[in-house]
């Protein structure tokens, strides 16, 4: 059974900085590509940056670019995500994604497996 566990949300101050980390379990974490969505009140949930099996591809939404990066350790099975200058509108729930390619990792409808998600809360 495949488990995706998420941590590291939490409040933070605009223009603050905050880590998330994902742990899975049951897949084979070296070779499957993982990935970031969240979810804001009352919106659709969005893709926010995804990763190779490798760490050699890497894939941001827009709005995120130059302000997070993801990241991964193979050796210690965990996927990061780095979120600097955040934003009252980054305030979402985070979930760790893995769709098997880092490209349909991108897609919400390509997901094969999601995690429970941890909560962001960025205060103006």
């Known amino acids: 059974q495949v488990q995706l566990v998420e941590s590291g949300g939490g409040l933070v101050q605009a223009g603050g900085s905050l880590r998330l980390s994902c742990v899975p379990s049951?897949?084979?974490?070296?070779?499957?590509?993982m990935g970031w969505f969240r979810q804001a009140p009352g919106k659709e949930r969005e893709f926010v940056a995804a990763?190779?099996?490798?760490?050699?591809?890497?894939y941001y939404a827009n709005s995120v670019k130059g302000r997070f990066t993801i990241s991964r350790d193979n050796a210690k099975n965990t996927v990061n995500l780095q979120m600097n200058s955040l934003k009252p509108e980054d305030t979402a729930v985070y979930y760790c994604?893995?769709?098997?390619?880092?490209?349909?990792?991108?897609?919400?409808?390509?997901?094969?497996?999601w995690g429970k998600g941890t909560l962001v809360t960025v205060s103006s």
């Open positions: 049951g897949l084979t974490f070296s070779s499957s590509a």
């Open positions: 990763i190779s099996w490798s760490g050699g591809a890497l």
């Open positions: 994604a893995t769709g098997g390619t880092a490209v349909a990792t991108t897609t919400r409808s390509r997901v094969n497996y």
